[in-house]
């Protein structure tokens, strides 16, 4: 990723720092770059998304480790507003026996009303114990 992001940061100072020919840039090293286009900030934005969304799935990874080791059937005994927490997101009231697919979509629902991003969750576990 950072390669990609190099390249484009070397590809736009080519663009813009060096005279235009037909759409081409003749560079020292003799490498032939072309002209910036719609497609080039599209992919660039992709790359961002995914670097972004990869950022994010490692942060979830360390908060339901921290929180069921990705259990389903993890059950948290102590209760808390009078309800058990349960499942891979161990929120409360959910049942060990739902199924994971049902877990993991309730517990982003959760972390995305409350907290934004799993990042921002798991800061705040970090900080409280809990989130």
Same mark, same amino acid.
């Given at each position: 990723? +950072?390669?990609?992001?190099?390249?484009?940061?070397?590809?736009?100072?080519?663009?813009?720092?060096?005279? @235009?020919?037909? #759409?081409?840039?003749?560079?020292?090293?003799?490498?032939?770059? @072309?002209?910036?286009?719609?497609?080039?900030?599209?992919? %660039?934005a992709q790359d961002v998304v995914l670097?972004?969304?990869?950022?994010? %799935?490692? /942060? +979830?990874?360390?908060?339901?480790?921290?929180?069921? #080791?990705? @259990?389903?059937?993890?059950?948290?005994?102590?209760?808390?507003?009078?309800?058990?927490?349960g499942g891979i997101p161990q929120i +409360?009231?959910?049942?060990?026996?739902?199924?994971?697919?049902?877990?993991?979509?309730?517990?982003?629902?959760?972390?995305?009303? @409350? %907290?934004?991003?799993? /990042?921002m969750a798991l800061k705040f576990h #970090?900080?409280?114990?809990? %989130?």
């Amino acid at each position: 990723m +950072l390669k990609k992001i190099a390249l484009l940061l070397a590809i736009i100072m080519a663009v813009a720092f060096f005279p @235009r020919s037909d #759409n081409q840039v003749e560079v020292e090293d003799k490498i032939t770059v @072309r002209e910036w286009k719609v497609a080039d900030s599209k992919a %660039y934005a992709q790359d961002v998304v995914l670097a972004w969304a990869d950022n994010q %799935y490692l /942060c +979830l990874e360390k908060l339901w480790t921290k929180e069921s #080791n990705w @259990r389903p059937e993890a059950y948290n005994a102590i209760k808390v507003m009078g309800k058990n927490a349960g499942g891979i997101p161990q929120i +409360l009231g959910m049942s060990t026996q739902t199924p994971a697919p049902k877990q993991i979509d309730r517990g982003f629902a959760y972390i995305m009303h @409350r %907290y934004g991003t799993p /990042c921002m969750a798991l800061k705040f576990h #970090n900080k409280k114990g809990w %989130y």
